[in-house]
């Protein structure tokens, strides 16, 4: 087992493990994990007030320190006293997200369409932001961007009736320019 120095803000008082009550305990693990109180309390499914009583001793005991001690890497043994290793008995960490992979056909509009879409995408964006904000953000406006587009099939000629005038713009648009 690895056995992790935690470090505690200064406001925090380290004491001995077997001196340190449940809501030392949950404290601890909290900030370890680095998330807040109303954090874990939304986590949980408690009120932060339920939350804030157990962290400051005003209650001693909780229907959710299974649920606290998962959420915090611990065991509820560990949190309750009854050991002093917050490793010992704790669950595996979560799995990390599978990914499924879907094959599909795909019909995409022409080349001239995707340009314009990128062109308005790329217009959009603060290119002096950081790559990765970027392309996070283009990552959100993109399916955005191409459901304006879902309509038009590609350069086969063939587009959804409703579309065609929409589609021959779009066709013959210079770049950069509206329709």
Known sequence: MVNRQIELPANVVALDKGAM???????ERRVAAGISQ????????????????????DSRSSRSIVQIARELGTSPAYLMGDIDDP??????????ALVQLVTMQVALPSERALARMFEGLLRSMDLSAPVDAQALLLAKRLPIALS???DLLPDSGLVAPAQVGRAQDLATTAPGSRP
């Open 148 to 150: 304006q587009l879902r």
């Open 21 to 27: 009550t449940l809501g030392q305990r949950i404290e």
């Open 87 to 96: 490793n010992e008995n704790a669950p595996p960490p979560p799995p990390a």
């Open 38 to 57: 109303a954090e874990l309390a939304r986590r949980v499914g408690v009120r932060q007030s339920t939350m804030n009583s157990l962290i400051n001793g």
